[in-house]
T-cell receptor
């Protein structure tokens, strides 16, 4: 079993839809939870990060962490074609520097 | 503009050849990293360096080598000992410990013919 599981997709939605992207993990030591967005043939860029459980909102994006279920989510409201990308979750144990464990990524396609 | 520059963007190599991928950053970051990305497998850490003249093996270091002689530069050599070198290679840097904010370059795609 992988340490971090993420459905590879592709997930295809119409423009304007609410998108839900998810990761599950097995290591309870993870304390920092991140979402990176990666456009085709480009490097990932940090989209959101949260510490421990709870929600964090930034514009159309909401990151949610449920440590009791070992489940993290990224919601995208009013999705746009420019949101079409691969979304990678990344988890970091407390005080471990930047030794991230990445999920395999979910490819999202938003159709006009 | 501050950022990370990787070169070349695309590289073809014959079996048995060593190749070196360049990574330069002007963000004044202390830590630098090399990741390998294969379809559906996420990013796997090859090597990382927290300070000049020091580096550590990651999860998949076999067949790779690095150096960190300058703060700005962290080149990766893919040696002929690497059994399956065809992949997308990403360099990253960071300065914020414990939060996971890595800044990535645009990647180098290596294809072995």
């Amino acid at each position: 079993q992988k340490e971090v599981e993420q459905d590879p997709g592709p997930l295809s939605v119409p423009e304007g839809a609410i998108v839900s992207l998810n990761c599950t993990y097995s290591n309870s030591a993870f304390q920092y939870f991140m979402w990176y967005r990666q456009y085709s043939r480009k490097g990932p860029e940090l989209l959101m990060y949260t510490y421990s459980s709870g929600n964090k909102e930034d514009g159309r994006f909401t990151a949610q962490v449920d440590k009791s279920s070992k489940y993290i989510s990224l919601f995208i409201r009013d999705s746009q074609p420019s949101d079409s990308a691969t979304y990678l979750c990344a988890l970091n144990p407390h005080n471990a520097g930047n030794m991230l464990t990445f999920g395999g990524g979910t490819r999202l396609m938003v159709k006009p | 503009d501050g950022g990370i520059t990787q070169s070349p963007k695309y590289l073809f190599r014959k079996e048995g050849q060593n190749v070196t991928l360049s990574c330069e950053q002007n963000l004044n970051h202390d830590a630098m990293y090399w990741y390998r990305q294969d379809p559906g497998q996420g990013l796997r850490l090859i090597y990382y360096s927290q300070i000049v003249n020091d580096f550590q093996k990651g999860d998949i270091a076999e067949g790779y080598s690095v150096s960190r002689e300058k703060k700005e530069s962290f080149p990766l050599t893919v040696t002929s000992a690497q059994k399956n070198p065809t992949a997308f290679y990403l360099c990253a840097s960071s300065t914020a410990w414990g939060t996971g904010e890595l800044f990535f370059g645009e990647g180098s795609r290596l294809t072995v013919l």
